[in-house]
């Protein structure tokens, strides 16, 4: 499963079987501010959010961008790692 970029619409996707988890996100002032996580339901308890939200943010830091977690989820994540600590507030 590969992490997908969508600057368009300003989303990062992971398309598991065709369903697509996604993050939501907005940019100001040079930092990405990740606003929201969407696993289908169907897919739910299965670890897929996890999976989402640590491939955003080896993406996102490839690409050069520190970020802001809003999202709660995504917040939680980011503390249960040390290695996120430089590029997600």
């Known amino acids: 499963m590969d992490i997908v970029h ?3 619409n300003m989303q990062f996707t992971l398309d598991i079987n065709g369903e697509l988890a996604k993050i939501d996100y907005s940019l100001n002032n ?3 501010y990740l606003n929201h996580s969407e696993v289908p339901f ?3 308890g299965q670890g897929i959010g996890k999976v989402l939200v640590e ?4 993406q996102l830091t490839k690409e050069g961008f520190k970020a802001v977690a809003v999202c709660s989820y ?3 994540v980011a503390k249960r790692s040390d290695k996120w600590s430089k590029i997600i507030q």
Not at 55 to 58: C, L
Request: charged share 40%; proline share 0%; aromatic share 6%.
């Open 6 to 8: 969508n600057k368009e």
């Open 30 to 32: 040079g930092k990405m």
């Open 42 to 44: 169907n897919l739910r």
């Open 55 to 58: 491939k955003t943010f080896v």
């Open 74 to 76: 995504i917040k939680a």
